[in-house]
């Protein structure tokens, strides 16, 4: 296991992070994690074909523009216009959607973020009231999709095993975005840690090699396919999806209400973080959040005193926070709002240089100052990444992996 100052910090699932995608503010990610309104939605079958997963690589808003294939696509007025140089790629029956005539590799963004990928490409633009964008969206079938997203969501010397177990989960997940999005969106996932990461077309071998061994297989209950939610580190304590992703009715399943027991990942250091906080500009954050979200136990915080989970779920996950301020004033928020607000992006703030990473969590106050230290990376549902390398490393199948990660579900094949 690397040490601590290898581990890659990199954003993981964070479930309920401030989520950028392309610098912008991925909204809809805030608003499904916020809202606890029961949402009905009817446990999804499984599919009979292979599915094409619509991956959307690049937002781009107000005038910005890419690249394709070394030639320009802008939105003007909320209407797409490319340079010629790459004009004959596109099928441009209207000028809000553009498709590529037949499938290929593209080549989107430049520099770092320059991505590439096989597949059909999908250029939409999105007005709505106030705002213009376009999104970059590739269709690619599951299978090959599925070692862009395994080489972006693990470490390349991981055990064959993680990336197996990662590759059902990641199937599983794909899949249900997929159908709850098909009539609903223009795409089913982005390429970030609001869903999974994906780095388009890779060599990895490791990953070429878990998709294969596991082709087709899915975590499935009772003829529906398990929305398998996944995280960096549970820190030892599972949560459950109704808890710590939304209360939609598709969690109301035995494979998301997490795990009996200490997971294996909770003596492990690099399950540990610390971070420090300004308090002022900390309390600043929670009021800005809770006034663009809705949330009235925040919104009135004054000055923060202290900080500390004071309830649990059934694992010992807690769930909710109280925050005392400097009228002893106790405002109890549910973890995942928590963390949403602790590391939401603020314009008129400076950005957060130290992540708070999960509710298992305690804090000091000293001056200014907010010492957090904590257990754990992500929102704590389903597979635990670095649970499952540890589980792989004491000849644990993926099989074997999937079951203690999602109590009951079935594993098959499509
Ligand atoms: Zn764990």
Redesign the pocket.
Known sequence: MSTRNEINRREFVLGASAVTVSGVLSASAFTQIVSDKKQTIHPLTIPTEPVLVRVRVGRFRNGQRTTINGGQVRAIDGVLQTTNSIKDLFNKDEDLHFVSHKKSTFTIGSGEKQKIVTGKLHVHACNDNDDTAFDVVAHVPIEQYLPGVLAGELYAHWHPDTFAAQAVAARSYAIVQHLNRIDKSHFDVTDGPSSQMFLGDVTLEAAHNAAKVTQGVILAWDSTVVPAYYSA????RAASALDAISTSTQHEIPPLFGRKGK???HSLESATWRATRSSRMFRMRLNDYAKRFKIPELESLRSVRSIEPCEFNKHGRPTKLAIRDRRRKRHYVNARNFLSAANASVSALPSTTETIWSSTLSCTKSGNELSFEGR?MGHGVGL?Q??AQELAGQNKSWESILQWYYPQASIQAI
């Open positions: 580190c549970c820190g030892g997971d294996v990942c754990g635990c670095y649970g």
